[in-house]
Structures are given as structure tokens and as C-alpha cells.
């Protein structure tokens, strides 16, 4: 099968993880007698640095016209003092609104190699903790009107929160369908004490759970989600919140792992078509030096194998490939430890490859 994926390195460690990343899909390739066809286009700060945009037309253009799209990591310190709808993460933003990714997937993966990572006592992650977020990605109050009014107290600035029906349905469907898969148990999360949106939330949610019986769905306050994340993650399977809930929360669930350069994404549009990236940002500090964690990345592939292609097999050698390396007592420095053996993005990507 032949496969076309346009890639967006991006900035800071994103090329250097990419690099890795199509190593491994080629190794696949090889190995299953599929064609990966890669198209690589610009967007944050390499863009600008390029072109004056963050997202180039030609960019979406070609995304649009691929099966999938893989990202690296956006923004730097080079682009700080930009304005906020000129930076290198507002391509983030474009590019979800433009391809139509209204599901992001976060996978928390505690592995059992990296278990002394974990921030939490050892008796609260005993035997594992494996978390999925499904956070809404393209409404809610990123999304919303924004602007700025004069008040009794002077000048302000607001952000509207708004919801429709359809958006809360569809990122539910997305949920539910996860839980399937999973555990069977949904926690939907709002503020639905407080917020009209988050009442209107908690009722679309309901209902689509009448044709999902088989799941266990319980509602829960996003404040009292942020404290029992770290009190009991194990109680928790799959997370469906909105996108500034979700935001939050999956931060939170990576950092719970230990290592956040660790973490996959996925963001999905209707249909098969979605969005991969590592959780981790761009880490210009590091840029270049080989101290990159590429595994993050790498096991973004084996969901876009998974969830866009269809290749179950493929992701599931990616994945056992990534835990082999571990269990070798191979570590980057983000996760290494005394007594491991300490490599860099390079290296990661040869060991990977080698165990596929």
C-alpha cells in the first residue's frame, strides 16, 4: 500500500524527532511492503523565518491533499516578542480549524520501565496506569469571540466560551467509541455547577451515552478531575472534557508518567484522517546537541498507523520495538537513571529500527 504523508518538522528538536520517526516508518515499510510517500512543508517559526506566516497556504494545501499529517514541535524563543496571532504556535491552531481535527487523543502511559519516574507514591501507580484524554479541539473559548471592551474598572480584555450541540455530540461519539475499545468506563468532565456551556455539555454527553449502555459514564467537576488525577489516576480509563479542560488535564496526566517526552498525540477529523505529534514542545535548549527523547514521536507514528491506516500489526511492532529499548536499559537523558545505559536521539532511532 502507498501512503502519503505530509511532514512538518516544525522548529527546535521537531526535525531532529522527525528524522528518527520516518526512519522507523521506512523500517516498517520495508518490512511490510508499504510505500510511505513524505511531503515536507513549513509552519510555525521555520515558516516565518521563511515565508512571514506561520501557516503558509501552500502548507494546508498539501495537507489537506495527503492521507495524514505529522508535526514535530512548533515555537522557540525567537519568536517571543511576536504578536499573539503572529506566533509560531498559532499554526497549531490553523491547522486543527483548517483540517477539521475536533478530537485530540492523549494517551497517559505509565511504562513499567519508567515507573520511578512517576511523581506519585509508588503505591498509588502500583501495577501500571494507562489514561486516555479526549479532549474537544477545535470550539470552546480558543475558538471563541474574543476582544477587548472598556469597564467601571477601566480597560478589559474577554474570551467567550461557546458550544454547539453538534460539537459536543461529535466529540462524545469520539469517547464513547475509545471506551469501547478500552475499559468500558468514560468520565466526561465540566463545570457544569458554574458554566451554561458546561450544563449544555453534561446534557449531550448523557444522552449520547443512551447508545453506548455497555459504558460506565460518570460526570465530574474539572476541579475535583485536576485533584483526583493525582490522588487516584487508576480510576480513571477514558477522559472526555473540552478543549481548555483538556488542555490542562492532559498536562497533567503526561506529567503523572514521569516523562512527557514519552507521550503520543493523535488528532482526528471525521473519517479516517487525522493529525500526529509528540506531546513535548520544541526544547530549543537542546536543539541539535542529540539529547532529544525521540520515542514520543516515534510512537505518535504507531498511532497514526493505527488509527489512520489501519495497520494494527505495523503500530503494535513500533510500540513492543519502543518497550524492547527500554527494557535493554536504554535511556535518553530526560528519562535516564543511575545504572541505565545512556544514548541520544540518534542512537534511539537506530536501537528502534534494529528491533523492528
Keep these: 500500500m502507498n501512503y502519503k504523508i505530509?511532514?512538518?518538522?516544525?522548529?527546535?528538536?521537531?526535525?531532529?524527532?522527525?528524522?528518527?520517526?520516518?526512519?522507523?516508518?521506512?523500517?516498517?515499510?520495508?518490512k511490510y511492503n508499504?510505500?510511505?510517500n513524505y511531503t515536507t512543508v513549513l509552519a510555525g517559526g521555520a515558516a516565518i523565518d521563511a515565508t512571514g506566516e506561520c501557516l503558509p497556504q501552500e502548507t494546508i494545501d498539501i495537507c489537506k491533499n495527503s492521507d495524514a499529517v505529522f508535526l514535530g514541535a512548533v515555537g522557540g524563543w525567537q519568536w517571543d516578542t511576536l504578536p499573539g496571532d503572529k506566533r509560531p504556535e498559532r499554526a497549531l491552531l490553523g491547522l486543527r480549524k483548517e483540517l477539521g481535527l475536533f478530537a485530540n487523543l492523549r494517551p497517559a502511559l505509565l511504562f513499567e520501565e519508567l515507573a520511578d519516574a512517576c511523581p506519585l507514591k509508588a503505591e498509588i501507580v502500583s501495577g501500571g496506569m494507562d489514561i486516555l484524554v479526549v479532549r474537544e479541539l477545535t470550539g470552546g473559548i480558543y475558538f471563541g469571540e474574543k476582544g477587548f471592551k472598556d469597564t467601571e474598572l477601566g480597560p478589559a480584555a474577554y474570551d467567550i466560551e461557546l458550544y454547539s450541540e453538534e460539537e459536543v455530540k461529535r466529540i462524545a461519539i469520539v469517547a464513547f467509541d475509545m471506551a469501547m475499545k478500552r475499559g468500558k468506563k468514560l468520565t466526561s468532565v465540566d463545570k457544569a455547577n458554574v458554566l451554561e456551556s458546561s450544563r449544555l455539555w453534561r446534557r449531550i454527553v448523557t444522552e449520547v451515552a443512551k447508545d453506548y449502555p455497555e459504558v460506565e459514564l460518570n460526570h465530574m467537576y474539572i476541579d475535583n478531575?485536576?485533584?483526583?488525577?493525582?490522588?487516584?489516576?487508576?480510576?480513571?480509563d477514558v477522559i472526555v472534557t473540552s478543549n481548555i479542560f483538556g488542555d490542562i488535564l492532559?498536562?497533567?496526566?503526561?506529567?503523572?508518567?514521569?516523562s512527557i517526552g514519552m507521550l503520543p498525540s493523535a488528532s482526528l477529523a471525521k473519517g479516517n484522517f487525522g493529525m500526529y505529534e509528540p506531546v513535548h514542545g520544541s526544547a530549543p535548549?537542546?536543539?541539535g546537541q542529540n539529547k532529544a527523547n525521540p520515542m514520543a514521536t516515534i510512537l505518535s507514528s504507531a498511532m497514526m498507523l493505527r488509527y489512520t491506516f489501519g495497520l494494527s500489526k505495523e503500530a503494535d511492532d513500533i510500540e513492543n520495538a519502543v518497550k524492547s529499548v527500554l527494557k535493554a536499559g536504554y535511556r535518553t537523558p530526560d528519562i535516564m537513571v543511575d545504572g541505565m545505559k545512556p544514548i541520544g536521539t540518534k542512537e534511539?532511532?537506530?536501537?528502534i529500527v534494529n528491533a523492528i
Excluded at 505530509?6 to 520495508?30: C, F, M, S
Excluded at 478531575?225 to 480513571?236: D, E, I, T
Excluded at 534511539?348 to 536501537?351: E, K
Design 6 to 30: 505530509a511532514l512538518v518538522p516544525g522548529d527546535g528538536i521537531g526535525p531532529e524527532v522527525v528524522e528518527q520517526t520516518v526512519r522507523v516508518l521506512d523500517k516498517i515499510g520495508e
Design 250 to 258: 492532559s498536562d497533567e496526566a503526561s506529567m503523572i508518567t514521569g
Design 225 to 236: 478531575a485536576a485533584m483526583q488525577l493525582v490522588r487516584n489516576p487508576k480510576q480513571f
Design 348 to 351: 534511539t532511532g537506530d536501537l
Design 285 to 287: 535548549d537542546i536543539a
Design 34 to 36: 508499504h510505500k510511505f
